[in-house]
């Protein structure tokens, strides 16, 4: 039994058909996996500055202090954070407190004098990270995850910053939300 001209033209396109659904499939596939890829490689920086506090050489938060560490954490509730980074200072350590014990995590320390360090041992990291610092170092801890130039803390009056920077897969900064809360 053979096979008219035109059955086997018909067999030869339906296979014809077959082979590019799978290859645009798998090409689709390949492209798709890729941007998943690249979004769970993507990191989320928040960083603030200590809340308000009292006076001395190590003080603890004052009462504003303590509210607004609260508001940090009711801020950052919905985000579920894969690390919190603070220095080792109780007004630091405080801010960062509500948060870290809200979302169930450690604190973990970074050293304010070595900025540089720090950028690199975050954009190691991955997902969604905290970081406390100083009126002194937050905007520099923001430049060097690639954030453009900011304009410094007021020392005095200025606790409300929260810096939002997201970093792509290549440790490039893709987007800087600056909120007050």
């Known amino acids: 039994m053979t096979l008219g001209k035109t059955q086997i033209l018909n067999n030869l396109l339906y296979s014809l058909i077959i082979l590019c659904c799978s290859v645009f499939t798998v090409n689709a596939t390949s492209i798709e996996t890729k941007n998943i890829t690249a979004v769970a490689e993507?990191?989320?920086?928040?960083?603030?500055?200590?809340?308000?506090?009292n006076q001395g050489a190590d003080p603890s938060l004052s009462e504003q202090g303590k509210l607004r560490a609260l508001r940090l954490a009711n801020v950052l509730s919905s985000t579920p954070l894969n690390k919190v980074y603070t220095t080792d200072y109780k007004r630091t350590?405080?801010?960062?407190?509500?948060?870290?014990?809200?979302?169930?995590?450690?604190?973990?320390?970074?050293?304010?004098?070595?900025l540089q360090k720090t950028a690199e041992v975050l954009l190691s990291q991955q997902g969604h990270i905290l970081v406390v610092g100083h009126s002194n170092t937050t905007t520099a801890l923001a430049e060097r995850l690639g954030v453009d130039k900011q304009p410094l803390i007021d020392d005095a009056n200025e606790f409300d910053r929260l810096y939002i920077i997201t970093v792509d897969h290549l440790n490039r900064a893709i987007s800087t939300v600056l909120l007050r809360y």
């Open 42 to 53: 993507t990191k989320v920086f928040y960083l603030v500055r200590h809340a308000e506090k």
């Open 93 to 114: 350590r405080e801010t960062a407190l509500a948060v870290a014990e809200d979302q169930h995590l450690a604190l973990n320390l970074y050293h304010p004098a070595d």
